[in-house]
């Protein structure tokens, strides 16, 4: 039952997943949104691929578009937040800059953000390569791809660093869920 923006054992927070393409992010991200549901948390993933289908849909790959895709999921995250959603933010956001506002809009509507660096070495990336990219932005297909012709980042200080090439997809939801309890965000 929800109370104007009270959900009864948390409050709204967003985890922020950042890292390459292949690091285990939208993984991470389904697998910890179902447990915490089965731990009776209300919660929801805005993954960068179903964003750029849908609201985000027409921008590119440019440094602006980037960073209008990352607002404009920032703002999303944040309104769940503020009913009391766990939102679990699941996009590579490459850039520093980005990652820091989305930060900002979340402390100037007080809402914990944390963001979550999947640490995964690129060349673990390009094992995996669920969808074939890395192979077709090494082959000149694709323009402008994250770690290879367009520079990533790497978070400065992050909240939470996980290298899914050590940790099982249950211990990464299980260190999440310990950080979530930590940081008062759950309760049970």
Partial sequence: MVVGNKIPNQRGATLWFTGLSGAGKSTIAMHLEQQLADRNHLVRVLDGDHVRNGLNKGLGFSAQD????????????????????ITVVSVISPYRADRAAARVIHNEGKLPFLEVYLSTPIETCEQRDPKGLYR?????????????????EVPESPDITIDTTFLSLSECSLVLIDVLAQRGVITS
């Fill in 66 to 85: 980037r960073a209008e895709n990352i607002r404009r999921i920032s703002e999303v995250a944040k309104l769940f937040a503020d009913t009391g959603l």
């Fill in 136 to 152: 077709k932005a090494r082959a000149g297909e694709i323009k402008n791809f994250t770690g290879i012709d367009d520079p990533y």
